[in-house]
């Protein structure tokens, strides 16, 4: 049995569920709840970094970043499910860098908040980030991915990020974002995982 190191609310460890879920493979994970912040967690003995998601295999080794977990799980499940060969393949990788991107600079204003005591909190270092969120949907705005009969990664990964936006930002970027608003409902009304994986707390 594979083991994922995630925890609920992580968009990153979403995606990976979600990719488990569409492969098929999901019967042959258990999801182990990780505390990133406790020094004692096993998780800083899984991954050096100390990070989620990680993926435990069967003989004990790890596999780390999200988007490695996902390439090994399309290689289980016979490969080219959620990356794409040919040209196509950089095409979802590209969309799913930039998703997983604005999930970064998302995450850093939460941990920015979260963290650091009011008084040494760096505005404009908030701003910068927060500033790479606007680009990103900005540019995903002007040229939302084209679905096709089943999710790739880029997909995947973009749906991850909007919902993370959702859950964190109270879903502040829809009045701005209509095309991506109803990419994502239709993403949602299409792909199961979706709302399998939503967090509920």
């Keep these: 049995m594979l083991i994922l190191r995630s925890s609920p609310a992580s968009p990153f460890g979403r995606k990976v569920k979600m990719a488990a879920l569409e ?8 999801i182990v709840v990780a505390d ?11 991954n050096p970094l100390g990070k989620i998601p990680t993926l435990v ?21 016979g490969g080219g499910r959620l990356i794409p060969a040919g040209g196509e393949r ?40 927060a500033s790479k969120v606007s680009r990103a949907l900005a540019a995903l705005e002007a040229a939302p991915p084209v679905y096709t009969d089943r999710p790739r990664i880029g997909e995947i990964a973009l749906a991850c990020a909007l919902g993370y936006l959702d859950l964190r930002f109270a879903g502040t970027w829809r009045a701005d ?15 199961g995982a979706f709302e399998a994986t939503r967090f509920k707390g």
């Excluded at 990133?36 to 899984?46: I, M, Y």
């Design 177 to 191: 974002h209509p095309a991506l608003v109803t990419w994502l409902d239709a993403f949602a009304a299409k792909v």
């Design 57 to 77: 295999l069967n003989d004990g080794t790890t596999l780390f970043d999200s988007r490695v977990i996902v390439d090994y799980l399309d290689h289980l499940a």
């Design 36 to 46: 990133t912040n406790d020094p004692a967690e096993p998780l800083r003995q899984q």
């Design 23 to 30: 492969l098929g493979l999901m019967d042959q994970i258990e």
């Design 90 to 129: 950089f095409v979802q990788l590209r969309l799913q860098a930039l998703a997983d991107g604005l999930c970064d600079a998302a995450l850093l204003q939460v941990y920015e908040t979260r963290f650091r005591p009011e008084e040494g909190r760096n505005a404009a270092w908030v701003a910068n980030q």
